[in-house]
């Protein structure tokens, strides 16, 4: 069965898809951060200044749309890459946030998707 989707909801699920994206790259940082571990300090500091930077701008980004509590999360995990403290608690909390922000993006992916019950007259 064809299903139709609305050009609101086409619109929706490339921006969602477009935060799934980003959340990748952050992935791939938070990994190039774990595999650093035995860097020098100012290795260490410029990837998670990279990491904050891009959580800032999803931050920004995830502000103007409606997708749960995105926005937050990216707030949030943008202050702990960027502050001090231990680097473990750092990982734990990166992989924490985007694990929540994965579940968070496919289930407003799965909603976008739904198609519209049909409106009775």
């Known amino acids: 069965m064809d299903v139709k989707l609305t050009a609101e909801q086409h619109r929706r699920i490339e921006e969602i898809e477009g935060y799934l994206k980003v959340v990748d790259r952050l992935r791939r940082f938070v990994a190039e951060l774990e595999s650093n571990r035995a860097a020098s300090n100012r290795v260490i500091q410029n990837i998670c200044e990279s990491l904050g930077r891009e959580l800032s701008h999803l931050r920004q980004r995830a502000l103007t749309s409606n997708v749960g509590t995105v926005a937050d999360l990216a707030g949030a995990m943008s202050v702990m ?9 750092k990982l734990r909390g990166l992989n924490d946030g985007l694990n929540s922000m994965t579940m968070q993006l496919e289930q407003a992916l799965k909603q976008a998707s739904t198609p519209e019950s049909k409106r009775q007259a």
């Open 81 to 89: 890459a960027t502050r001090g403290g231990g680097l473990n608690m």
